[in-house]
């Protein structure tokens, strides 16, 4: 079957068969920043804005997606121009072997579209969904609490 | 899910029922976080809910009515959940899984799904609702007591579309309280206790607990609700209570808990629950 995905502000046509999930296309498509970890819906890795939402792509099918935008960590910035988020998590030491970040990252992205001004609180839970093996999880709120406000233009 | 090779986008119910029922091994699919994940030879088709118009939550002068394909987060955000019996439903769904699973996770696909870690099956118990169920003959109506009673694909067949849950009126000023007891923040349920109550003054009018994940099915505590009906509730009597819940459910054991020591948490829950509601 054919749907249409608009992946990082382009949109395509993609074949797919209906078992085929959504994180499977993703990297099949080249979208190799789209991690794959438990691929059960629990760590996170594979996180990807749906429509701006955040959603686990290893548990639903990419038939689901379909006429939906989908954003990964390299549709909001690149190396030579890095989204305040990612700056932010170099910046403060937020990332070790890196693999929970690109989900981690756009977590926290559709956290502050949200909520510009979160709690710590309200950070823990926002990134509630992705588990980080390496660091412990301090210099990554501290990331999001700074990249917070340098968003909104107080730091 | 080897032989699947048909993927239905109905846009209404009446599509959605027509293509569920033209040919064996063709399933529904909601959030896709089940399904997504079950190896299954005998699926050959999905028929996708997301667009026959089944997520709202709205406010009616019967009822306040949940569509099947509203997501936990839609139920946690809701007003009308939050002001409805102490906001129990949607202190409930804001403990389901985690944030993208929240923006995934229907409340149809919840309560069909009926496993040992389904989070709304024992509140909605508790809150006396009500499922609606479409097939091709009609719409049924389900009390949650009946629809819970035993495992929903024993009373459903693969063709009956559950559309909608309904919450009575009646009930909407009742305090309530609620605890998933995890080991980790986002894992399943050991057991869960829910408390609906209503007082004048330290009176008790009317309370309904309900326990999950503690048995296969959610479990109401009847025995219990009685010896709390008109009579003074105070710590003692709470205790009582907790009690003779444990005693009614029947606890089974699993690998987030014996059966002991799910028993031994109703005991805890039921107690503390009922003293929060009463000061909720
Ligand atoms: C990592 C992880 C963590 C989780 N944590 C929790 C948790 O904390 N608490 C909790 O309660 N659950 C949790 N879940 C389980 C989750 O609740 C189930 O996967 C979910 O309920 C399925 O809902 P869905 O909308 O994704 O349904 P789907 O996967 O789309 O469908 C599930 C089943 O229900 C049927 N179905 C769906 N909608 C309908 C309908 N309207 N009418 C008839 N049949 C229907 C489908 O045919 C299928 O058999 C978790 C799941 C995962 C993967
Ligand atoms: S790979 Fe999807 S949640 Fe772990
Ligand atoms: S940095 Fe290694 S898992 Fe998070």
């Known amino acids: 079957m054919q749907i249409e995905l608009e992946i990082n502000g382009e949109r395509d046509t993609y074949e797919v068969a209906p078992a085929t999930r959504l994180i499977d296309l993703l990297r099949r498509e080249g979208f190799q920043e789209v991690k794959k970890g438990c691929d059960e819906g629990h760590c996170g890795s594979c996180t990807v804005l749906l429509d701006g939402m955040p959603v686990l792509s290893c548990v639903m099918f990419a038939a689901q997606a379909d006429d939906q935008s989908i954003t990964t960590i390299e549709g909001i910035g690149t190396i ?19 693999f929970c970040v690109p989900g981690m990252i756009l977590s926290a992205k559709a956290l502050l579209e949200e909520n510009p001004s979160p709690e710590e609180d309200e950070i823990k839970r926002g990134l509630d969904g992705n588990y980080c093996r390496c660091t412990g999880y301090v210099k990554q ?4 609490q700074s990249a917070a406000k340098k968003m909104r233009g107080d730091a | 899910m080897q032989n699947l090779k048909e993927f239905e986008r109905p846009q209404s119910l009446d599509e959605a029922v027509e293509k569920i029922s033209a040919k064996p091994g063709r399933r529904l699919l909601a959030g896709g976080t089940g399904l997504s994940i079950t190896d299954s030879k005998t699926t050959i088709g999905l028929v996708d809910l997301k667009s026959v118009g089944l997520d709202y939550i709205e406010d009616d002068s019967d009822a306040i009515k949940i569509g099947a394909t509203a997501v936990m987060r839609a139920l946690e955000e809701s007003s009308l959940l939050q002001n409805y019996a102490g906001g129990l439903l949607a202190d409930v769904a804001a403990e389901v899984g985690t944030t993208p699973l929240r923006n995934m996770i229907t409340a149809g696909g919840n309560i069909t799904q009926l496993r040992v870690w389904s989070d709304l099956p024992a509140p909605l118990l508790a809150l006396d609702a009500e499922i609606l169920v479409t097939d091709q003959e009609g719409e ?8 819970f009673h035993r495992h929903p694909s024993q009373l459903l067949d693969d063709t009956d579309i559950v ?50 994940s503690a048995s296969p099915s959610p479990a109401r505590c009847p025995e219990a609700e009685e010896e709390l009906v008109d009579a003074e509730l105070n710590e003692s009597l709470a205790e009582k209570v907790g009690e003779i819940c444990r005693a009614n459910v029947n606890t089974t054991d ?13 005991e805890k829950l039921v107690k503390k629950n009922l003293l929060q509601a009463k000061t909720s």
């Open chain 1, 80 to 98: 030579d121009d890095p989204h305040i988020l990612q700056r932010e998590f170099v910046d403060k030491g937020a990332v070790q072997c890196g």
């Open chain 1, 141 to 144: 709120i501290e990331a999001v």
């Open chain 2, 140 to 147: 049924t109506t389900y009390p949650a007591q009946k629809f």
């Open chain 2, 163 to 212: 559309t909608e849950i309904q919450l009575p009126r009646g009930i909407e000023n009742y305090s309530s309280s609620y605890t998933k007891f995890v080991a980790v923040d986002d894992s399943y349920a050991v057991t869960s206790v829910s408390v609906v109550l209503d007082m004048e003054g330290d009176t008790v009018k009317d309370v309904r607990i309900g326990v999950g």
């Open chain 2, 254 to 266: 699993n690998v987030w808990g014996s059966g002991d020591y799910k028993s031994k948490l109703i």
